[in-house]
């Protein structure tokens, strides 16, 4: 107990480092799709990309494929555009193949929920043009649905497929 004697403060935050440690969840043995979901709510909330980019890489290595409440942390709220150029770098850093395509599909289903299809096709454009992630025929059918059913606009769907086909 001499350690208590020298430096209080300095004794009191390794007790708090060390209380944090063993009040922090441990990683379960059977994770599921909604635990990955909360944790990428959490990273995705709090503005910790490179959290979110781990948990998106981990979930797919354990078998999960992102849901449509993956990014559920994007709200009319705290909408930026940050917070898009933010979620480029992410994806574009997570790994190859399904990891991407997954996450991409995903996060363009979230910003068409959102009525946000000019933001989805920026999100696809710069992910191609740059060629992290080359976009599939069901990576634009939320945006075509969104401009057609929701905003009523055939004219801008018609614009996204003549691009899509360029893609």
């Given at each position: 107990m001499s350690f208590l004697r020298k430096s209080p403060n300095k004794t009191l935050t390794t007790l708090r480092r060390f209380a944090t440690t063993l009040a922090a969840k441990p990683f379960p043995d059977d994770p599921t799709a909604a635990y990955y979901d909360q944790l990428a709510f959490a990273a995705g909330d709090s503005g910790d990309f490179h959290a979110l980019r781990d948990v998106l890489n981990k979930r797919i290595q354990d078998g999960f494929l992102n849901t449509k409440i993956t990014f559920n942390f994007l709200k009319d709220t705290n909408f930026s555009p940050s917070v898009i150029d933010?979620?480029?770098?992410?994806?574009?850093?997570?790994?190859?193949?399904?990891?991407?395509?997954?996450?991409l599909d995903s996060l363009v289903t979230r910003l068409c929920k959102l009525r946000r299809a000019d933001e989805a096709l920026r999100v696809i454009d710069s992910l191609a043009r740059d060629n992290v992630c080359a976009p599939a025929a069901c990576t634009f059918y939320p945006v075509l649905k969104c401009l057609t059913r929701e905003e009523k606009s055939l004219d801008h769907a018609r614009r996204v497929v003549d691009h899509m086909a360029r893609l």
């Amino acid at each position: 107990m001499s350690f208590l004697r020298k430096s209080p403060n300095k004794t009191l935050t390794t007790l708090r480092r060390f209380a944090t440690t063993l009040a922090a969840k441990p990683f379960p043995d059977d994770p599921t799709a909604a635990y990955y979901d909360q944790l990428a709510f959490a990273a995705g909330d709090s503005g910790d990309f490179h959290a979110l980019r781990d948990v998106l890489n981990k979930r797919i290595q354990d078998g999960f494929l992102n849901t449509k409440i993956t990014f559920n942390f994007l709200k009319d709220t705290n909408f930026s555009p940050s917070v898009i150029d933010n979620l480029v770098q992410t994806l574009s850093h997570l790994n190859q193949g399904a990891t991407r395509r997954s996450a991409l599909d995903s996060l363009v289903t979230r910003l068409c929920k959102l009525r946000r299809a000019d933001e989805a096709l920026r999100v696809i454009d710069s992910l191609a043009r740059d060629n992290v992630c080359a976009p599939a025929a069901c990576t634009f059918y939320p945006v075509l649905k969104c401009l057609t059913r929701e905003e009523k606009s055939l004219d801008h769907a018609r614009r996204v497929v003549d691009h899509m086909a360029r893609l």
